[in-house]
């Protein structure tokens, strides 16, 4: 059974190749399944599908709180982090906002440049002080 972070990860992970592709999400992540790279569970899926569902909703987001680049200038790896950690804040009782910045900072130190991750981290901190975020 994978951790919490593995499965944060590797929704990141699929999230971050739906930007790229055409395919579905079910396609996304049967391709994933098929390179046996990544453990896929049904929570991975679920979440991979609802972000992909939600994009629009989570990219209004992270435009309302990104003063200095519109959505289609951020770079996809920070969106795909910031899509991830947004929808965890709202949607996932059991992940504190605080918790998905936490969790957002350390997949972005491990896959986005350093200016990326303080870009991240400014935009999930100005999410976490509007009081959008459902869980606290």
């Known amino acids: ?10 929704v990141f992970i699929l999230t971050f190749e739906m930007l ?8 996304i992540i049967e391709t994933a399944r098929e390179t046996e790279l990544f453990e896929i569970n049904d929570e991975i899926c679920q979440e991979v ?3 992909a ?7 209004g987001i992270v435009s309302r709180f990104s003063s200095k680049r519109s959505v ?8 795909a982090i910031l899509r991830v ?17 936490s ?5 972005a130190e491990k896959f ?19 009081g959008e975020a459902k869980n606290v």
């Open 53 to 59: 569902c939600k994009s629009s909703e989570l990219d």
């Open 20 to 27: 790229f592709r055409s395919d579905s999400p079910e396609e």
């Open 85 to 101: 950690a947004i929808y965890e804040s709202l949607y996932d009782d059991m992940v504190p906002i605080n918790a998905a910045i």
């Open 103 to 107: 969790e957002a900072v350390a997949i």
């Open 72 to 79: 289609d200038r951020i770079a996809k790896v920070d969106l």
């Open 1 to 10: 059974m994978p951790s919490r972070r593995q499965i944060r990860e590797t």
């Open 112 to 130: 986005a440049s350093p200016r990326d991750v303080a870009f991240i981290n400014g935009i999930l901190g100005s999410f976490s002080r509007s």
């Open 49 to 51: 599908k609802a972000i």
